[in-house]
């Protein structure tokens, strides 16, 4: 985390001390790494299903005992919150930067627990993306736990004192309302409450069983990481299935050939994101080479952009490819080949891992 | 070879002459606050507030995002007031200012084993009617390499570079593609030139964040003015050896007319440019002056750069006042009220040092 970060956690301590009545705290220094650990390993990270999320910056638990879905260990600390915090937009983000460590909080969440993105701003301010609120919510009522968007360090003592009020529930339920509220205001305001008018303005193809965003991710974007494009593809990657909940999503890359996937595959074994990419549910990695019927010049102009960065000549390009591939797509012109789509190869699980070591 | 506990207190005695305290605890250095007060805001070492996540001021003093700019960020100031400065800081926690404060260099493996003895030492000190607050704890993360001493070399190196007559700080604002160098020594004022005697603080030899503290009794204690001019960087690392490319990166901003390796045991920089700080066999600091002062500083750039510290500078100095004082004082030049971060900026850097000290003068 950034040094600002950093004053985040000292303000969850001024504000809220190291304990809430039996609620302990676990936070670390900046320059710990122990956040890296899991959660039943005495850190900050929440793995489900064989896969292991961002790491949190503070976690409230209690003196009770608590099975690790991704470990199956028992412990006898049982977590309750979890909190990413980010002094992003203090930092002048208004864009999708914001998203980027919302997959942070969400480990807990599928562990059933209330995870919590907190973003402060300035007062007078409002920059915070509404889609967060629309990610949060539809987290919420698909995931086990709760997912919380929140600016206010207040409202965690407020949910602390009613977890300890035994009425979490309510606290919680009036939390969600709200964030709906504005979401589905927001909603309104920018694409006249229309998904379909959503899908068009945001590189999205909605079809009747299954969804596709596409965005100009190249190779380059995950192998250079001063470009952080994992954790930014990753924000996006969540900010669809979540709009789109029941919904199967091609998250198309036509910058990227098969051959690039199996190369970051091969590389990207232990980068947290590129594994969140590849293996979250109902989500498809798609590239050029899984498209069907792509005009050779569509395909080539794809190619002769594909490791340039995109300015100049080369986004006029690139725009000229993607709005015919997205005309084509919803005309069904250009299709997705389901066979095609590569399935990821690093998918020793948990189980699997200890009966080899058995 | 690595800094462990006893090698920080070694340190610290020979070459800044503070004492050896023995407390219930063991071995610590002992500190007035202020000194403290530095060595924490640098180190990130903690005063004992509680066993999970002590406090520590490191990382509160921004001002601007990046360098000859003036995009402000949380920190100092917030929405066009003052906000995290030492004095408000104070005015919640009395403890930072009053009375001596006790280094305690501790060794750990994990934040686990470091929390129960916090609680531990929170327990014995409490039972010794001691206060827990007037205690700093020093991270030795022993499962680190170089146990994870870079903040303390950062401390060694700009408590050393302030004799030489540099304003020094840690985590310097560049921008995000220069990066953020670990230290910076502005020593832009010589007596020769354009320097005030304000008979308050002397603007050179000393931590930016010391301006920030005249209002809380901080004593003017450096030495001679400098007598030359200069603006240098460095890098410190306690395990690997390899700066040279970071330094070379900052050094190609035009800014800087040299750059120090921190390194404790290298033994020669790795370029005739660069210098380097270092301890020598028995831990006293000692520094290797480059063999030839960089040639790369561009004029325009570095003009620049010194006009922006200049200003930068002001702020920390303003800080010294609360906010009340601010707002009267930009009414009294001005006449109307701060209305955003715009007018602030405009304010302070309109200002002369003189001015500002003076109005310090009537709130000390």
Redesign the interface.
């Known amino acids: 985390m950034a040094s600002s970060d950093y004053l985040l956690k000292q303000e969850i301590i001024d504000e809220l001390g190291h304990e809430y009545d039996g609620i302990k705290l676990r936070i670390f220094p900046e320059t710990s790494d122990e956040d890296q650990k899991l959660f039943s390993n005495g850190g900050l990270t929440f793995g489900y299903n064989d896969l292991k999320y961002g790491s949190c910056d503070a976690c409230w638990y209690v003196e009770e005992e608590w099975k690790c879905p991704y470990t199956e260990d028992k412990i006898s600390k049982r977590p309750i919150i979890a909190v990413e915090a980010t002094d992003a937009l203090n930092r002048g983000s208004t864009g999708n930067a914001q998203y980027q460590r919302f997959h942070h909080a969400l480990g807990a969440v599928k562990n059933g627990l209330i995870g919590i993105y907190y973003l402060p701003e300035k007062e007078g301010q409002d920059n915070l993306r509404s889609e967060l609120y629309g990610m949060g919510a539809n987290a919420s009522s698909i995931e086990n736990g709760f997912y919380l968007i929140n600016q206010d360090i207040k409202e965690i003592k407020k949910l602390l004192k009613s977890i300890k009020d035994d009425c979490s529930e309510k606290f919680i339920g009036k939390k969600l309302d709200s964030m709906n509220e504005k979401f589905t205001k927001w909603l309104k305001e920018e694409y006249e409450g229309s998904w379909d008018t959503f899908a068009k303005k945001r590189s999205t193809i909605i079809k009747d069983d299954y969804i596709i965003k596409y965005s100009a991710r190249n190779k380059r974007n995950f192998t250079d990481s001063s470009q952080r494009a994992g954790h930014i593809a990753v924000g996006e990657m969540y900010l669809t299935k979540y709009f789109f909940p029941d919904q199967k999503f091609y998250y198309l890359w036509p910058r990227m050939t098969k051959e690039d996937l199996v190369y970051l595959d091969e590389n990207k074994k232990n980068d947290k994101e590129w594994n969140l990419l590849r293996r979250e549910e109902n989500v498809n990695i798609t590239t050029i080479d899984d498209l069907r019927n792509v005009p050779q010049d569509i395909s080539t102009k794809f190619m002769d952009v594909k490791s340039k960065p995109l300015k100049g000549d080369a986004l006029k390009k690139w725009y000229s490819a993607k709005n015919k591939m997205e005309e084509l797509l919803r005309n069904n012109e250009i299709y997705i080949d389901q066979d095609s789509i590569i399935e990821y190869n690093n998918k020793e699980t948990n189980k699997q891992k200890r009966l080899n070591n058995f | 070879m690595t800094i462990g506990s006893k090698e920080v207190l070694i340190i610290l005695k020979k070459n800044f002459d503070f004492e050896v305290h023995e407390t219930v605890l063991g071995e610590t250095i002992l500190m007035d606050p202020f000194s403290a007060f530095i060595y924490s805001s640098v180190t ?1 070492s ?1 005063y004992l507030t ?4 002590p ?2 001021p ?3 003093f ?1 001002v601007f ?1 990046n360098a000859c700019n003036y ?1 402000m ?3 100092l100031f ?2 066009a007031s003052l906000y ?1 400065t030492p004095y408000n800081l104070y005015k ?1 926690k009395k403890f930072l200012f009053e009375g001596n404060k006790k280094i305690l260099p501790v060794e750990f493996d ?3 084993e470091l929390q129960r003895k916090y609680k531990n030492f929170i327990e014995i000190l409490k039972d010794n009617d001691e206060n827990p607050e007037n205690y700093i704890i020093q ?1 030795v ?1 022993t499962s680190k390499k170089g146990n ?1 001493m870079e ?1 303390f070399l950062e401390y060694l190196a700009t408590e050393y570079l302030k004799r030489e007559g540099y304003i020094v700080e840690t ?1 310097i604002p560049l921008s995000h593609s220069e990066g953020i160098p670990d230290l910076g020594g502005y020593r832009i004022f010589t007596s020769e030139s354009d320097y005030e005697d304000n008979k308050l603080i002397d603007i050179y030899g000393l931590n930016i964040i010391e301006l920030s503290l005249i209002r809380l009794g901080l004593k003017n204690r450096t030495g001679p003015s400098p007598r030359e001019k200069s603006i240098l960087v460095g890098e410190a690392k306690s395990s690997t050896k390899n700066m040279a490319v970071q330094l070379d990166k900052y050094l190609e901003t035009g800014k800087f007319d040299r750059a120090y390796e921190i390194h404790p045991f290298k033994k020669s920089p790795s370029k005739s440019y660069f210098g380097l700080i270092r301890l020598d066999k028995s831990f006293n600091l000692e520094s290797i002056k480059p063999d030839k002062t960089f040639t790369h500083v561009r004029k325009e750039e570095r003009k620049t750069y010194v006009k922006w510290l200049k200003n930068y500078i002001k702020y920390f100095l303003i800080a010294n006042l609360t906010n009340d004082e601010l707002k009267k004082y930009y009414k009294e030049k001005f006449g109307e009220n701060i209305s955003n971060e715009e007018d602030l900026i405009k304010f302070i850097n309109s200002l002369e040092y003189e001015d500002i000290i003076n109005r310090i003068k009537k709130v000390v």
């Open positions: 990130g903690s509680n066993p999970v996540f406090f520590s490191k990382g509160s921004k995002y995009n960020v949380t920190g917030e929405n995290r919640k994990s934040e686990d991270r993360e994870g903040p985590q």
